[in-house]
């Protein structure tokens, strides 16, 4: 199995997180932003759309960064990942597909407007309000996580994988984010995954004040 895209990339690190939690072995080359080859032929065919991450498994590619993650839990998660039933299912995909639609672009406004612009350039009123809906969301995350440890259960589902992947880059990129309570008990709890550690919780500085990717 190969993975291909940089692990600057917030998406990519969603994928790294959820193989090592699987213990799946791969290779993986870094791929996009500094090092380029988005564009080349051989990337292309793999995602037309020329991003990462791509995940390429048994000769067949596989991009979206959130399908990929249905497609490792289904194909080597088990029931615990990726239930047969499909309300059971729809319970950590509605927070994945939540995270994708509200949560991740919210946050991306803040990462792209104050911690990738140049100071002189932020536009520190529509980071603001993008802050703001950040907040919003972390609030609808302290009701959910009201009777279990995970968002989903009392275990890990793709519905953290996707969801707090978000919360290393919005609370450690100098915006102030004061997390409720149960958030940050949970906060406390995925920071303890070596997946999360490892891939999540790496230096990002190299993308400070980068308006390219
Ligand atoms: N919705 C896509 C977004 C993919 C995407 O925008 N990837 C970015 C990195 S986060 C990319 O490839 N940018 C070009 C680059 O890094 O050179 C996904 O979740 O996989």
Not at 101 to 128: H, I, S
Not at 166 to 171: D, E, F, Q
């Amino acid at each position: 199995m190969k993975l291909y895209g940089r692990t600057t990339s917030f998406n990519v690190q969603k994928v790294l997180w959820l193989l090592e939690e699987l213990k799946i072995s791969y290779t993986h080359t870094e791929l996009g932003g500094r090092f380029g080859g988005l564009d080349s032929p051989a990337f292309t065919q793999f995602n037309p759309m020329k991003k990462v991450p791509v995940l390429v498994d048994k000769d067949q590619a596989v991009w979206e960064s959130h399908v990929i993650l249905r497609y490792l839990a289904a194909s080597y998660g088990g029931e615990q990942w990726y239930p047969a039933c499909p309300y059971q299912r729809s319970l950590h995909e509605r927070w994945m597909d939540w995270s994708q639609c509200v949560l991740q672009p919210a946050f991306m406004a803040t990462f792209w407007g104050y911690y990738r612009k140049p100071c002189e350039k932020r536009d520190m009123v529509a980071v603001q309000q993008a802050l703001d809906t950040c907040l919003e969301c972390i609030h609808v995350l302290e009701t959910q996580l009201k009777d279990t440890d995970y968002l989903t259960g009392n275990t890990l589902s793709l519905a953290d994988i996707a969801v707090g992947s978000v919360l290393y880059r919005l609370t450690s990129q100098g915006l102030t984010v004061n997390l409720p309570r149960r958030v940050g008990l949970w906060y406390e709890r995925i920071k303890l995954r070596p997946g999360y550690q490892h891939w999540i919780m790496s230096d990002f500085s190299e993308l400070k004040a980068r308006e390219a990717y």
